[in-house]
């Protein structure tokens, strides 16, 4: 596609439902980001995806966060047993860059989660 | 500690009114810097990338450039469509993830 897509725009979950984002990257990116952003705040690193593999999941903030991309494109950020701190927009990012090598990430447009 | 602040967190302008944003890092060995903008409700939209102190970027009413400390996004003679968060990232020496400031919302009153 022409950007970084995220489904579902937003997400009201009860406290203790398990949920799962999605991401659909630029196709040929190579990397794949999920930050985490407060309201007022700068995004925050969760995850990072070279291709398939994890390469650094160093932001997941608890064992409920579990994140997949098992064919190199599409991306999945599950969250179980939902809590109200999880109330956050998750962006998900791709970039042509390949390992530690610097390159621009481009950003989807968010999933808004909403825990009551 | 690998660190990015930017200054000030809000500002509002004239339309017309020049100004500049702020973005100091720290981090060793700085590998490259990114400006995106942010619109309500959107995902950050890739502005600039600088890698070297003395790199300068412009693109229409934007320019940002780079020292070995800091970088400055500035606007010249903004427009109300201006109206958005800017936000400075860099990736931190080795590892994978960008480090985000917390943004500078700029408001341009016509």
């Known amino acids: 596609g022409a950007g970084v897509s995220q489904s579902p725009r937003y997400k009201v979950a009860k406290r203790g439902q398990d949920v799962a984002l999605r991401c659909d990257p630029i196709?040929?990116?190579?990397?794949l980001f999920w930050y985490q952003q407060a309201l007022g705040q700068g995004p925050e690193f969760l995850t990072y995806f070279q291709n398939e593999a994890q390469l650094d999941k160093s932001g997941l903030p608890s064992d409920r966060f579990f994140a997949e991309r098992p064919e190199g494109s599409v991306s999945t950020l599950k969250i179980q047993r939902t809590q109200q701190e999880d109330s956050a927009v998750y962006l998900c990012?791709?970039?042509?860059?390949?390992?530690?090598?610097?390159?621009?990430?481009?950003f989807g447009q968010g999933t808004r989660l909403t825990v009551v | 500690e690998d660190q990015v602040t930017q200054s000030p967190e809000a500002l509002r302008l004239q339309e017309g009114e020049s100004s500049s944003l702020n973005c100091s890092y720290t981090v060793s060995g700085l590998r490259g810097l990114f400006w995106y903008r942010q619109d309500p409700g959107k995902g950050p939209e890739f502005l600039f990338t600088?890698?070297?102190a003395g790199e300068e970027k412009e693109k229409e009413r934007l320019k940002a450039t780079l020292t070995k400390k800091e970088s400055f996004l500035h606007i010249t003679a903004p427009k109300p469509e201006d109206s958005a968060t800017y936000l400075c990232?860099?990736?931190?020496?080795?590892?994978?993830?960008?480090?985000f400031g917390t943004g500078t919302r700029l408001k341009v009153l016509a």
């Open positions: 990232a860099v990736p931190p020496s080795g590892g994978y993830k960008y480090i």
């Open positions: 600088l890698y070297s």
């Open positions: 196709s040929g990116h190579v990397s």
């Open positions: 990012a791709s970039s042509l860059r390949s390992g530690t090598g610097v390159a621009e990430a481009f």
